[in-house]
């Protein structure tokens, strides 16, 4: 089975292009279909006290659909959850199930839940709750009121976990950093903070690159289903 449709379910805006950025370049020029969940408004993530969280959600949101653009994603839907409030509820994995079975991804990228020591509580929300609801999604008895709605079962094939303590899928993102780099340029309220944004990206892509014998990568926890 050719896996062409991908799905990205991230807490924040910027989470996905620094987690996978350069694996979501690389799928569009293969000509697969990604699409991006963000589970958060990222109404907190600033250190300026002189910006309001509404207009900071809405500059972030902004910032993401123009990311998005650079790296060829085919929708983005902001679900505009309050940023640091996520917890794993049957709500959420519903929410999260309902979008699974809509564009019935073969792959989709999250969150390592399980990676020691992920301080951020969203990161984990997500994580956990993907995984759930890609078990509510497959199983048709799960979420009848979706069944009888049209949004019948559906099983992804795969999950990539972001950034995992033992990584086992290297994706050689020599050719598409470059894209990375002009999306992540595109979150000007989040690296506005570290002058030296570009060198760490770099660095942390050939850090990466090194553990699968390529010059600049993105690492995974792979796990088929």
Known sequence: MELNRIMAIMAHPDDAELGCGGTVAKWVREGK???????????????????????????????QLKAAEVMGVKSVTFLRHRDGELEVTLAFRSELALLIRQYRPHII??????????????HRAVGYT????????????FLPAQTNAG??????????FTFPETPDLFVDITDTLDLKLEAL????????????????ITAMAREF?????????EIFKRVVL
Not at 109 to 122: G, K, M
Not at 130 to 141: E, K, N, P, W, Y
């Open 130 to 141: 993907t995984s759930d609801a890609i078990v509510a999604s497959r199983d048709h008895l």
């Open 109 to 122: 990228v999250t969150h390592d839940p399980w990676r020691p020591y992920l301080l951020h509580p969203d």
């Open 33 to 63: 279909e990604v699409r991006y969940v963000i589970c958060t408004n990222g109404d907190k993530g600033t250190k300026d006290r002189g910006v309001s969280p509404h207009l900071l959600a809405e500059t972030r949101e902004d910032e």
């Open 185 to 200: 340029e595109k979150h000007k309220s989040q690296i506005k903070i570290r002058e030296n944004w570009r060198e760490m």
């Open 209 to 217: 690159g090194k553990k699968g014998n390529m010059q600049y990568g």
């Open 151 to 160: 949004f019948n079962a559906h099983s992804p094939c795969e999950i990539h």
